[in-house]
């Protein structure tokens, strides 16, 4: 028989103190309060989740200030940030740029720019054109152009998540060679950065601009593919945690309103047709939980395709986050409608996360052409009409 996987005592620790941490420092008021400020999130919040309680970096070797976890452990606090809607760069800086940096050759620009990043001290963006998840080299349009012994970089990228309180920024530029990365200071000379008016205000996106700015060479033409491409995979896992933890919270939420609100006398969770709702709701949530954690493990055990795990979760969990959203709104009635009620909320964060890194379609299409494009016929197969 198969082992079943299921949480260590460790893992559900874990996700018991992530869990209080954001009903104390992540609840509506303080949600509804921080997606109007400047930053579009608070310091000191965000600078305790990692010196304190150091769920930042926990797939990161110590020797760089990690806790040299693995990709699990950190998807179990991701689902629990995106079940509080916690306002802060955990997309930038958790799920992106952090990956990227681990996944580069040498150790000096780990040693240099991880620790901060992992206690909260500083906050990061990957500024990088992608397709359906996959680092699109062509796409760049950032030119790096050799200064010495160093670089400067000038372009414009559209849109990159996190980046308009960034302190960090990780930007993909097209040098001599081709597509490489580098790293540059958001305070530097020359870097402009437009705040977008987006659908999700609990996370910020802004367009960089880049006029001759000082940049730091982390992976050159022959490694900038990987790293990148390595750094999107990451994303995508834990993308699809946060989906699993904002659409496990929104069944909650729907479960507790039907409890509740009567109708005819009656509570509406008694009716057929809210009971099959719900219950819909419920597989939804399992099924995307399963793929989540299931990616989350291959990238970290390595003895499963981890892009094609990663699209399978993506695929999954972008649908069932936005189902599960549209739902609730549906179970709550008029008053789910409303911008008083935090469904809203949940359901804009739905539909931003389902493009961030390539929709659900994009995700599908990329899933048969990994699996259907290298298929082997076995002997005994039966034969299958072409026209």
Do not use: N
């Not at 869990?19 to 104390?24: D, G, L, S, V, Y």
């Not at 620009?109 to 991880?114: H, Q, R, T």
């Not at 206690?119 to 950032?142: H, I, N, Q, S």
């Amino acid at each position: 028989m198969a082992d079943t996987f299921v949480f260590s005592p460790e893992q559900q620790d874990l996700r018991r103190a992530v869990r209080q941490f954001c009903a104390e420092f992540s609840d509506e008021a303080t949600v509804r309060r921080l997606m109007e400020s400047p930053a579009g999130y608070d310091p000191k919040t965000w600078s305790r989740l990692g010196a304190e309680l150091g769920v930042l970096g926990l797939a990161v070797p110590t020797e760089y200030g990690g806790a040299d976890g693995g990709l699990v452990d950190q998807a179990v606090v991701v689902e629990e940030f995106g079940a509080a809607l916690l306002c802060g760069p955990v997309f930038g800086t958790v799920a992106l740029a952090i990956p990227a940096l681990v996944a580069l050759s040498g150790d000096e620009a780990k040693a240099d720019l991880l620790p901060a990043l992992v206690e909260g001290a500083r906050t990061a963006a990957l500024a990088a054109p992608e397709r359906a998840g996959r680092f699109d080299p062509a796409a760049v349009t950032v030119a790096a152009t050799p200064a010495g012994e160093s670089w400067t970089l000038t372009g414009r990228v559209a849109q990159v998540v996190d980046a308009t309180a960034a302190d960090l920024l990780l930007v993909a530029a097209t040098g001599p060679d081709g597509a490489a990365l580098f790293a540059v200071e958001g305070t530097a000379q020359g870097v402009l950065r437009e705040p977008l008016s987006t659908l999700d205000l609990t996370r910020q996106q802004a367009a960089l601009r880049l006029e001759k700015v000082p940049a730091r060479l982390l992976a050159g033409a022959g490694e900038a593919e990987r790293v990148i491409g390595h750094a999107f995979d990451v994303g995508a896992v834990l993308l699809a945690a946060e989906q699993v933890g904002g659409a496990q919270h929104l069944l909650d939420l729907s479960v507790e309103y039907a409890k509740g609100r009567l109708q005819f006398g009656r509570p509406i969770g008694s009716f057929q047709a809210v009971k099959h709702r719900l219950a819909d709701m419920l597989v939804a949530v399992e099924h995307a939980r399963s793929t989540a954690y299931h990616a989350a493990w291959a990238l970290q055990d390595g003895t499963d395709d981890p892009a094609l795990a990663a699209s399978i979760a993506q695929a999954t969990c972008s649908q069932a986050y936005y189902r599960v959203a549209a739902d609730t709104v549906q179970v709550h009635g008029g008053i789910g409608f409303t911008w008083e009620h935090r469904a809203h909320l949940y359901y804009k964060r739905a539909v931003t996360d389902a493009a961030l890194l390539g929709s659900a379609e994009a995700h599908r299409e990329r899933i048969a052409a990994l699996v259907l494009d290298t298929a082997v016929p076995q002997p005994g197969t039966p034969p299958v009409a072409a026209g």
